[in-house]
């Protein structure tokens, strides 16, 4: 099994490409129907599917964009809504990997995201401390390493991150940083992590959901995906 490290490592080679990047997208069910091709011909190669919340929750627009997804050609994946305040992290991540969140090293599959931002309550730390919450993250990703042997990328923002983690930098060598930032350039990147790997630049794309591009090329894109 390929080491975390040694994953992240393999993808720096993402910051040696001065201009290439990929283009993607994140769905849910409020997309509803994809338009796969347009989106497979404008350039779109991978997209981010939600599949869960907490312990209670699961999209149902998951397997039927899962399968248009992969009909089409594209590099997928699931991503998982964190609820810090209501279950563990361990339990959440087991949630997520039994219903889409799995990986394997496949070549088009991407590794799961940890979506963890603004709690839809507003109270945008859920309760929890810096500390608790970076455990409560610690609990998700190793558990969720330990079932696929990959660890889950992170999606949040630098105001988040640097509010509810303290800035936390355990993630950084790890997990892949999925920031969300709709300015012309990604911004400060929080957390110790030496660059994004995907940077969500606008809540709206063309074909449906939010707007993601890949920090490098289509080829190291698909090492993202082979482990």
């Known amino acids: 099994m390929k080491s975390a490290v040694s994953v992240i490592a393999a993808s720096s080679a993402l910051l040696g490409v001065a201009s290439a990047s990929v283009q993607g997208f994140d769905i849910s069910n409020y997309q509803g129907n994809i338009d796969w091709s347009g989106a497979y011909n404008s350039g779109a190669r991978f997209v981010i599917i939600k599949a869960t919340e907490g312990t209670d929750y699961i999209d149902s627009g998951f397997n039927s964009h899962y399968t248009g997804a992969t009909n089409a050609g594209f590099i997928r994946g699931g991503y998982h809504f964190a609820h810090p305040d209501s279950s563990s992290g361990a339990d959440q991540a087991n949630y997520f990997l039994a219903h889409g969140g799995g990986w394997s090293a496949d070549g088009i599959t991407l590794p799961g995201m940890l979506d963890i931002e603004y709690a839809p309550s507003g109270n945008e730390c ?55 930032d709709y300015n012309s350039s990604p911004g400060t990147i929080p957390g110790g992590w030496p660059y994004q790997t995907i940077w969500q630049n606008s809540d709206s794309y063309a074909y449906g959901g939010d707007s993601d591009v890949f920090n490098g090329d289509e080829t190291a894109l698909k090492k993202i995906a082979s482990g």
Do not use: H, Q
């Not at 969720?144 to 105001?159: F, H, K, L, Q, V």
């Open 126 to 180: 859920y309760g929890l401390s810096a500390s608790d919450m970076v455990s409560w993250i610690t609990d998700f990703v190793n558990t969720y390493e330990s079932a696929t042997g990959r660890y889950p990328m992170i999606y949040s923002t630098n105001d988040w991150w640097s509010t509810c983690t303290g800035n936390s930098d355990a993630f950084s060598s790890n997990s892949p940083l999925v920031l969300a």
